[in-house]
């Protein structure tokens, strides 16, 4: 049946864990199993090729591929901070000093973008790092309030579970005296219907020795009663029935 849900345990009532040879059974059951299963070196072989590339830039695969050739890493360029002058053989071009004078307004520029970007920073930095820090510190409380209320669902989870499971016992265990009862009920009647056929058996022998002419009655029969009429009274039956089914 769909969605059907087998319990086959009730940690919160059932006992016997600490008894002698349990933990020795788990224990074997667990060798069992890993003898069962033989993990191979690769144990993701079944798993099918990692979807690694899916995250790689073209930088990252040129410096995975670099890494696997052994090669150098490439110097820190400094080129952006160079004024170079014109070629040797361009030094008479106009041409050639408007581009090493356009080279030095662009680095110029660079540079006064670096140092406003230092003076906003020494400016607001500080506060900006102020307001981080209570982003921070928001997140924070908000992840421990989830956190404090995931536990708590756990908590109510765990104490639901305790509660039905206990009621459950309580329900079990008067389920099984009720069971042991019956079964105590039927065996006094058993025994009692056993008691009765052999009263008729002797009353049918005393009746066929009075009349003379009847059969003897087949006495093979009460022989093949159980013994434990004659073994077990009917005390020392129920006690072995309380025993058994005893909490």
């Known amino acids: 049946m769909a969605g059907e849900v087998i319990v086959d345990a009730l940690p919160y009532i059932d006992q016997g864990y600490d008894d002698p040879g ?3 059974a788990a224990l074997a059951m667990v060798e069992e199993e890993c003898r069962r299963y033989r993990p191979t070196k690769n144990y993701l072989e ?3 090729p ?3 590339t899916a995250f790689e830039t073209q930088a990252l695969q040129r410096e995975m591929e670099r890494v696997q050739q052994r090669l150098p ?3 820190l360029s400094m080129k952006r901070y160079e004024l170079p002058p014109p070629p040797t053989g361009r030094l008479g071009e106009p041409a050639a000093w408007s581009e090493a004078v356009d080279n030095s307004h662009a680095q ?3 540079q006064a973008t670096r140092v406003l970007n230092l003076e906003l920073q020494l400016q607001y930095g500080s506060e900006a790092w102020r307001s981080y820090l209570n982003v921070l510190q928001s997140l924070v409380a908000r992840s421990q309030n989830v956190h404090t209320q995931l536990r708590k669902q ?3 989870v765990n104490w639901e579970r305790k509660r039905s499971q206990t009621a459950s016992g309580a329900r079990l265990r008067a389920l099984r005296r009720r069971w042991a009862q019956l079964v105590s009920d ?3 009647l058993e025994r009692a219907i056993m008691q009765l056929e052999i009263q008729l058996e002797k009353a049918k022998t005393q009746v066929g020795n009075k009349d003379g002419g009847a059969s003897m009655v087949d006495m093979e029969a009460v022989k093949m009663l159980p013994d434990k009429l004659n073994s077990e009274s009917e005390k020392e039956v129920q006690k072995k029935i309380e025993d058994m089914f005893a909490d």
């Open 22 to 24: 349990v933990r020795e």
């Open 46 to 48: 079944n798993a099918g």
């Open 50 to 52: 990692e979807p690694s």
């Open 73 to 75: 890493m490439e110097p």
């Open 108 to 110: 110029l520029s660079h």
């Open 154 to 156: 756990i908590a109510a």
């Open 186 to 188: 039927n065996y006094r």
